[in-house]
C-alpha cells in the first residue's frame, strides 16, 4: 500500500502543474484530449499486465442493484457537484439530493436482503473497518476540498496564471509520493493508530494558519504549509486504508474496496461542495453594494477583496473542523499491523503444529 501511494502522490504532483500549463496554452478541452491516449495503453496493457491475485469465480450481475447504485450515487454525486454554483436552496440541487438518498437507501436494503449482494455492506459489521473508512473519508474532504479552494485563493487574489497556482502544489503532492513508501513501512513496525494520530495533528497543524491567510501571504508559505498537510495526509491515507482491509477475511477483501473507494467518492464530493459553498456565500454576504461601486470605485475593491478573503477564511475553518474530527476519530483506531487473515493463519498452523506435537 505504501508503494502504491507513490503514484497516487505523483498523479497529483503532475496533473494540476501540467493541466495549467495546458489551460494557459492551449483549451480546457484539450484536458480531455489527452485522456484518450492514456486510457487506450491501459486498456490494451490490462490484458497482459494484470494478472488474479486473489482467487476469483463467477458472480450473478443483479441489473436492478446496477440501475438503483447508478442512479442514487449519480444523483448525490451530481447535487453535492452543483451546490458551489446553485447554491444549497437551489430546486435542482435539493432535487437531485433527494432522488439520489432515496435510490441509495433502497439499493443499501437490497443489498442486505441478498444472499450475494452486488456491494456488501457487512463489512460494516468489523469496527476496525468501519473506523478506517470513516477516517479516509475525512481526511479525504479535507485534502480535495482545500486542494480545490488554495488554487482558486492563488489565482482570484493573488492573480497567479492556473500554471502557476499548479505548480505551488507540486511539493505537496511530491512530499506524499515520497512519504508513502515510508509510512507503509512505519506501519508495519508501529501499526496504524500511532501514524495516523500523528498524521492527523501535522494535517491540522498545517492546515490552521490557513485561516489567517491575506493578499499579501508569500506564496513560499503556502507552499511550505501544504507539503506539511500533504505529509500528515501521507501518515493517514494508506496506514488506514490497510489497516481496514486486514480486518476483513479475504472473501470480504475486494467488498471492502469497493466500499471504501464509494464512500471516498462521495465524501470528497461533499467536503468539496462545502468548502466552495460557505466560500460563495460568506463572500457573496460581505460584498460591498453595487452603488459603492460608481461613488467610491477604491473602497469597493478594497471591501471586494476583504470579502473574498473572509470567504476563504471561513472556507478553511471548515476544513480546520475535518482535520480536528478526523483526530478525534484516529485515536478509536487499533494499532495493531497484522491482517485478520495472516492471524487466522498463524494460529491454525500453532495448532496443528501443537496437534501433531501431542500425537508424536
Given amino acids: 500500500m505504501g508503494l502504491a501511494g507513490i503514484v497516487i502522490g505523483l498523479a497529483p504532483a503532475i496533473g494540476p502543474t501540467l493541466s495549467g500549463w495546458v489551460i494557459d496554452n492551449w483549451t480546457w478541452r484539450d484536458l480531455f484530449g489527452m485522456i484518450i491516449p492514456i486510457v487506450a495503453v491501459v486498456v490494451i496493457a490490462s490484458f497482459w499486465i494484470m494478472h488474479s491475485v486473489l482467487e476469483t469465480h ?9 440501475v438503483l447504485s447508478t442512479i442514487g450515487f449519480g444523483s448525490m454525486l451530481y447535487g453535492f457537484s452543483s451546490v ?3 447554491g444549497w436552496g437551489s430546486t435542482i440541487v435539493l432535487s437531485t439530493l433527494a432522488i439520489g438518498f432515496i435510490f441509495v437507501g433502497l439499493f443499501i436494503w437490497r443489498q442486505l436482503k441478498m444472499d450475494d449482494p452486488f456491494l456488501n455492506f457487512r463489512v460494516y459489521k468489523s469496527k476496525e473497518f468501519t473506523v478506517s473508512a470513516i477516517l479516509s473519508s475525512v481526511v479525504n474532504m479535507a485534502m480535495v476540498g482545500v486542494e480545490m479552494v488554495i488554487p482558486l485563493y492563488l489565482q482570484m487574489v493573488k492573480g497567479m496564471s492556473a500554471f502557476h497556482s499548479g505548480l505551488t502544489l507540486l511539493a505537496g503532492a511530491l512530499m506524499m509520493g515520497i512519504m508513502s513508501p515510508i509510512t507503509g513501512r512505519a506501519f508495519d513496525r508501529f501499526g496504524a ?15 490552521l494558519p490557513f ?8 506564496t513560499l508559505y503556502i507552499v511550505l504549509l501544504y507539503a506539511l498537510r500533504m505529509f500528515g495526509i501521507a501518515m493517514v491515507m494508506m496506514p488506514a486504508t490497510t489497516a481496514g482491509m486486514n480486518a476483513l477475511p479475504l472473501n470480504m477483501i475486494s467488498h471492502g474496496t469497493a466500499v471504501n473507494n464509494t464512500q471516498r467518492q462521495v465524501a470528497s464530493s461533499v467536503g468539496t461542495a462545502i468548502l466552495i459553498s460557505v466560500l460563495t456565500n460568506v463572500t457573496k454576504g460581505q460584498m460591498p453594494a453595487k452603488h459603492v461601486l460608481t461613488t467610491n470605485p477604491l473602497s469597493y475593491a478594497n471591501g471586494a477583496i476583504n ?20 483526530l478525534v476519530i484516529s485515536f478509536f483506531l487499533k ?20 496437534t501433531e506435537g501431542g500425537a508424536a
Avoid at 463467477?58 to 446496477?66: A, C, F, G, I, R
Avoid at 500511532?194 to 501535522?202: K, N, P, S, V, Y
Wanted: proline share 1%; charged share 15%.
Fill in 58 to 66: 463467477k458472480e450473478p450481475l443483479d441489473l436492478l442493484s446496477v
Fill in 84 to 86: 458551489g454554483d446553485d
Fill in 193 to 207: 493508530k500511532r501514524l495516523a494520530t500523528m498524521g492527523m495533528f501535522l494535517l491540522t497543524v498545517g492546515t
Fill in 211 to 218: 485561516v489567517w491567510i491575506t493578499k499579501d501571504t508569500s
Fill in 307 to 326: 470579502a473574498t478573503l473572509s470567504g476563504y477564511h471561513a472556507a478553511f475553518w471548515i476544513a480546520v473542523g475535518f482535520c480536528v474530527v478526523a
Fill in 335 to 354: 494499532g495493531s499491523n497484522h491482517s485478520v487473515h495472516l492471524a487466522d493463519k498463524s494460529a491454525a498452523e500453532e495448532n496443528q503444529a501443537t
